[in-house]
């Protein structure tokens, strides 16, 4: 599917605020306290001074009691406007560290497609798509690719609980498909050992996993479905490139390998995300 060719092209460039230096670094010099409240804090910033509960449901994969543990008391540390403006300078200075200057063109085809997305039931895409676009060009390169990045995962919310999952009941699927190994994830989502079983035995129960994990007939339909209603409703941004898709994908899968081997974004890692 087109759709998912963009979200592979793209993703790693997005993903390089979760583990580059630059990015921890500028959390803490704006008072965030450890690498999960950086996380919680600069993900959704552009939502403002949001409580645990509402992000909760808006990240969707997560334990409510780790991110308690961050919000609200990030706000009490630093502004969510602080932390867009040093998230965007950090993440600009990791990928011009990683990539070097320039990549306009990417820039303006990223942001083309940026443009043509739709933010119904979307938070996370429509609160980083009203972030003013930094005057930096690598800047406005990792900040279309969040948006991109955002309106797909925010789909694929609506697309899993549309099948009936909650958060780590869909994570459980993608493990059962072998798109994640459980070892990858499971120390960076806060469940406890009794949310993962008890998450287990209810896909069981509706037949979607066997005794060991892996997804049965059933399972594999719903995976199947949750993933081709993910591409549809991530369709728009494609069709707004047109005839100019391809050369995005020709301009953006280079870069992504190239921050991918020079270990700015480890493989494997929680999101699954692989080498273009």
């Not at 200057?101 to 990223?110: N, P, R, S, T």
């Not at 009941?169 to 994640?180: A, F, N, P, R, S």
């Not at 994908?249 to 270990?263: C, F, H, N, Q, T």
Request: aromatic content about 6%.
């Amino acid at each position: 599917m087109p759709a998912r060719r963009l979200w592979a092209a793209v993703e790693p460039l997005h993903a390089v605020v979760y583990f580059a230096p630059e990015t921890a670094e500028a959390a803490k010099a704006v008072g965030l306290r450890g690498y999960w409240m950086g996380y919680f804090a600069g993900r959704l910033a552009p939502l403002g001074p949001i409580g645990p509960e509402p992000a909760t449901a808006v990240l969707f994969g997560f334990a409510p009691a780790m991110v308690a543990r961050a919000l609200p008391d990030a706000w009490s540390f630093a502004a969510p406007a602080d932390v867009v403006r040093t998230r965007l300078a950090a993440v600009s200075s990791a990928l011009r560290r990683a990539l070097g200057a320039g990549h306009e063109e990417l820039v303006a085809l990223l942001e083309r497609a940026a443009d043509a997305c739709r933010f119904d039931s979307r938070p996370l895409a429509a609160a980083w798509a009203a972030v003013p676009k930094p005057a930096d060009p690598l800047g406005r390169l990792w900040l279309a690719a969040t948006v991109l990045r955002e309106h797909r995962g925010d789909g694929h919310v609506l697309a899993a609980v549309h099948a009936g999952l909650g958060g780590l009941e869909t994570t459980l699927t993608h493990i059962g498909d072998g798109v994640l190994r459980q070892a990858d994830v499971e120390p960076h989502r806060g469940w406890s050992a009794a949310d993962w079983t008890a998450a287990a035995h209810r896909l069981r129960d509706r037949g979607l996993l066997d005794a060991d994990g892996r997804l049965t007939e059933s399972g594999t339909a719903v995976r199947r479905r949750i993933e081709e209603d993910t591409d549809r409703l991530a369709a728009a941004p494609v069709a707004a490139l047109g005839a100019d898709f391809e050369r995005l994908l020709a301009l953006a899968e280079p870069l992504s390998r190239a921050v991918i081997d020079a270990g700015v974004v480890p493989v494997p890692n929680p999101m699954g995300v692989s080498r273009p």
